[in-house]
């Protein structure tokens, strides 16, 4: 073998060395490294409960009750953890079927048997209402998500709201008070009744005022039907127009033939 193919067959052998031995190979490149959403906490819920209403009333601590719309869905925000661990008692309620038992004098619609349907909240989205203490409705949202900037405007409005419901609460005591007779008191309590707000020292005193009118509707009543007197049954009924005691009255006539 000559000199010339022996240099030939040695270069060769060394290309074929330099292709079996590995490249550089560039980096891969990176990839972009996505932000997980962060995962926002629930509000710090508290039960509805008689304790619950009694922390409330001692605080003075609003209320934001929240109706979500099915019983899988729930709120989660930071805001609204904030919110309800410093300015307002977060109460979550499901929706349910039971029967609302109805009456004149407004109640604490927490701790009725429905409350949805004591607040009147339906539909298929989120509900939140901004209450004072006592569970008294003054602003509502709807809508998915329930926002906390928006519970604390409300939050924020509060006291003025409720001021002027107490100041609405004192004319109708006012007028009850003054009226001179009792068909003029009945119909200023079912006025104030219409504000449909309870657990203020107006709605104790309009209450007390109902009842007392109810009570002495009832001996008036239990007299009349005994004397079988047809004319105090129609004043009975023009005075407790609209009252519980109207279907009494009218049944006491009718027997009465009246």
């Not at 926002?40 to 039960?47: D, L, N, S």
């Not at 805001?79 to 309620?93: D, K, Y």
């Not at 007299?223 to 279907?247: I, N, S």
Request: aromatic share 4%; with cysteine.
């Amino acid at each position: 073998m000559n000199m010339r193919v022996a240099l030939l067959l040695t270069v060769l052998a060394g290309a074929l060395m330099a292709q079996d031995m590995p490249f550089p190979v560039p980096p891969a490149p990176r990839k972009a490294r996505v932000a997980q959403p962060a995962v926002q906490a629930a509000p710090h819920w508290v039960e509805a409960s008689a304790l619950t209403m009694a922390i409330a009333r001692e605080t003075g601590l609003p209320l934001v009750l929240c109706f979500p719309a099915d019983a899988d869905s729930d709120l989660a925000s930071d805001e609204l953890r904030q919110l309800s661990t410093t300015r307002a008692l977060f109460i979550r309620l499901q929706r349910n079927e039971a029967e609302q038992a109805a009456s004149i004098v407004p109640g604490c619609k927490v701790m009725s048997a429905n409350p949805a349907a004591s607040y009147r909240v339906s539909g298929p989205r989120d509900v939140a209402l901004v209450c004072d203490c006592h569970g008294n409705e003054h602003f509502r949202v709807t809508g998915t998500p329930i926002a906390a900037r928006t519970i604390a405007q409300m939050l924020d409005k509060l006291p003025q709201q409720l001021g002027r419901q107490q100041a609405r609460l004192a004319k109708h005591l006012a007028k009850f008070h003054e009226s001179e007779s009792r068909r003029d008191r009945v119909v200023a309590l079912l006025r104030a009744f219409k504000e449909d707000a309870w657990g203020l020292a107006e709605c104790d005193q309009l209450a007390a005022g109902y009842h007392s009118l109810l009570e002495e509707g009832r001996q008036e009543l239990r007299r009349a039907v005994g004397d079988r007197d047809a004319a105090a049954l129609k004043q009975l009924l023009a005075d407790f127009k609209g009252t519980e005691l109207q279907d009494a009255i009218e049944a006491a006539l009718k027997q009465q033939g009246g």
